[in-house]
């Protein structure tokens, strides 16, 4: 988070431009940035007008010593050991591999999330697949049932695409829980991550095996001990659908579906099955458990919504959010991230009164298709009570609801599917909280 103080910004910048007290270097790069920046991006230049006058002496015994040697995997800072997966086990120690980890969003800065802190949702732990013993079978209605090795898979043509995947559970204790629950943004909602994923178009495989005309549905089925399978129409396998091999550049990390796993842009996560041994083509859907007992979203009226494909339009505020604490009041940098299942993310619109006045973002980058989208805006905060809000719309004109309209479109019970707008209430002392508006 970058913070300053406006007024001091302003003093150091008038010091900055006295030829008297101050380098010519340092002169002509303080205007030079004057010039070329907007006057909110001049503020945000104060962490470097308020470094010392003095050039540093002493050298610290790190500066004067050869390094550490090399290593054959990076490893993060262990300074930054904090930015970790929050884990949440759904049946404690008698089924670890049971539940999720989440991603902790608000460490994280633009939209890639490192393959070490994607989030995990597995419904009994991650197989110890042996790559060598992997085959992926094609079969049902198609003219000619195939199995391929991952030596096979290889060698057709690959593709590489940024997306996210959420998992439809994201976010549900915000519509659960009556009281907002005071913890971090990852661990409330980030049942989300963007990577860059490489893998085969699965239309190429599907002409390859030849499609009966019957051919309407695809039921996926993963290879783990809970054998999640999930009915996939057929449309959106032959539109974008792809077997992922590669994560940010690597193999897939085991917890990702290694040694290969099903990625369809945008839809709810629990359709992305990993570690996929199957893809039979069928007639109709199959109705598998985990299409019937989970993921369906009850309405008010006593109906269910049978199946809730695409993700909805969503974005959170990341920085500022729960659990951090503004020093003093000033200009801050708000910082977020917005995605749709739809497409691509069109505005980002920001509150700073809980919704009555808004306005626009700057979305950092172009925005690409089921991708996450960093936005940023400039915020100066006066010291009085706040309500941070971020409401994003997409391509197809879809606009992030408020809670209010999820609980009125679904039942008491609902969960599923939450992409409301998230409310961060900043106090007096600079604390903030999740808050229901
Ligand atoms: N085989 C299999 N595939 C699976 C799951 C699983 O438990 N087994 N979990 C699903 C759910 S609910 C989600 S949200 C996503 C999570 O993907 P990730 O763990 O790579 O983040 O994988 C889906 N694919
Ligand atoms: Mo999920």
Avoid at 204 to 220: F, M
Avoid at 285 to 311: C, I, L, V, W
Wanted: hydrophobic share 35%; charged share 20%; with cysteine.
């Amino acid at each position: 988070m970058t913070r300053s103080d406006p007024k001091s910004v302003i003093q150091n910048n008038e010091a900055a431009i006295n030829p008297h007290n101050q380098s010519n270097e340092r002169r002509n790069f303080l205007r030079g940035g004057v010039k070329a920046a907007s006057l909110v991006a001049v503020a945000s230049a104060s962490p470097m007008v308020q470094a010392q006058e003095s050039v540093q002496k002493d050298f610290p015994a790190w500066s004067i010593t050869p390094g550490k040697g090399f290593s054959e995997y990076g490893q993060p800072s262990t300074f930054e050991f904090n930015t970790k997966r929050t884990i949440a086990k759904a049946y404690g120690d008698l089924a670890p591999g049971t539940g999720s980890t989440r991603t902790p969003i608000e460490k994280l800065e633009g939209i890639i999330t490192p393959s070490g802190l994607h989030f995990e949702r597995s419904h009994n732990g991650s197989p110890a697949i042996i790559p060598k013993e992997y085959v992926l079978t094609i079969h049902g209605l198609v003219k000619q049932a195939l199995n391929f090795s991952i030596e096979n898979l290889l060698r057709y043509p690959l593709k590489t695409r940024t997306y996210f995947i959420e998992c439809a559970g994201n976010s549900a204790q915000n519509i659960l829980a009556p009281q907002p629950v005071q913890a971090t943004a990852g661990s409330l909602h980030g049942l989300i991550s963007c990577s860059d994923w490489t893998g085969i178009p699965l239309s190429i495989l599907l002409e390859e095996a030849g499609l009966d005309s019957k051919a309407k549905w695809v039921l996926a089925e993963g290879a783990d001990a809970a054998a999640m399978s999930r009915s996939v129409p057929l449309e959106k396998i032959l539109d974008d659908a792809m077997i992922a091999l590669y994560q940010n550049g690597e193999r897939l990390r085991p917890e990702q579906g290694y040694p290969a796993r099903l990625l369809l842009p945008g839809w709810e996560g629990n359709m992305n099955v990993k570690w996929l041994r199957g893809l039979k083509v069928t007639s109709t859907p199959t109705h598998t458990k985990d299409e019937t007992s989970k993921y369906t979203d009850p309405m008010s009226n006593g109906m269910a919504r049978q199946f809730t494909f695409e993700m909805g339009v969503k974005s959170i505020i990341t920085n500022p959010s729960a659990t951090m604490k503004l020093p003093i009041p000033g200009l801050y940098q708000i910082s977020g991230i917005a995605w749709s299942g739809a497409g691509r993310i069109l505005r980002v619109e920001i509150s700073s009164d809980g919704g009555k006045n808004w306005f626009n973002a700057t979305l950092d980058g172009e925005s690409q298709p089921h991708s996450l989208v960093r936005f940023r805006a400039p915020w100066n905060w006066k010291g009085s009570p706040a309500f941070l809000q971020s409401r994003a719309t997409d391509e197809k004109g879809h606009v992030q609801p408020t809670r209010a309209v999820y609980k009125a479109n679904n039942s008491v019970d609902g969960r599923y599917h939450n992409n409301t707008i998230v409310t961060w209430a900043v106090e007096t002392d600079g604390s903030v909280k999740n808050a229901y508006l």
